[in-house]
Antibody
């Protein structure tokens, strides 16, 4: 199993970014796929999840600004991040099934 | 939201020591708890799932116990490669929540 995140980078406050998590060795539509983030020097923070049935849940800190989705044909999960704030700066990890597998992470920096 | 309180937040220990880390949930979470190890600059690694099930490939010196609101991760004999930060995660309800982490350092 391999999860590969991409899409991170530097963005200004108020801007948008879409992260991708491309999976191999498992089918994203059959598993619970989550995003977890870690601000520099801080602990882990759970962000969002998409269930196999399509249900989604979010942390209070990102609700209304972030949207998780997936493309079954590409076996990829996405995190659309809008209205970004400085406090969203973190490494964003994709993981599945309560941390059974993790990607290597992608860094998002929100700064002017 | 369920709050996960981990203790201690940091500790110093020697190779061979028995180490115990506790996670308390603000409300009952059955056995829906996992433990992770993270080394600096590395991806978190799951050690325990469902409160006490050992992840495949993880040494047997790691064990988990507890149910409801109080959970424990025990390292029976600390090894040099175990110096890291440990996190608990509840997945009983949303939003999922991590403990704040326990950094295990060399004494």
């Amino acid at each position: 199993v391999q999860l590969v995140e991409s899409g991170g980078g530097l963005v200004q406050p108020g801007g948008s970014l879409r992260l991708s998590c491309a999976a191999s060795g498992l089918t994203v539509s059959s598993n619970y796929m989550s995003w977890v983030r870690q601000a520099p020097g801080k602990g882990l923070e759970w962000v969002s999840i998409i269930y196999s049935g399509g249900s989604t849940y979010y942390a209070d800190s990102v609700k209304g600004r972030f949207t998780i989705s997936r493309d079954n044909s590409k076996n990829t999960v996405y995190l659309q991040m809008n209205s970004l704030r400085a406090e969203d700066t973190a490494v964003y990890y994709c993981e599945c099934n309560v941390g059974d597998y993790w990607g290597q992470g992608t860094l998002v920096t929100v700064s002017s | 939201d369920i709050q996960m309180t981990q203790s201690p937040s940091a500790m110093s220990a020697s190779v061979g020591d028995r180490v115990t880390i506790t996670c308390r949930a603000s409300q009952g979470i059955s056995n829906n708890l996992a433990w992770f190890q993270q080394k600096p600059g590395k991806v978190p690694k799951r050690l325990i799932y469902d409160a006490f099930s050992l992840q495949s490939g993880v040494p047997s010196r790691f064990s988990g116990s507890g149910s409801g609101t109080e959970f424990t991760l025990t390292i029976s004999s600390l090894q040099p490669e175990d110096f890291a930060t440990y996190y608990c995660l509840q997945h009983n309800s949303y939003p999922r929540t991590f403990g704040q982490g326990t950094k295990v350092e060399i004494k």
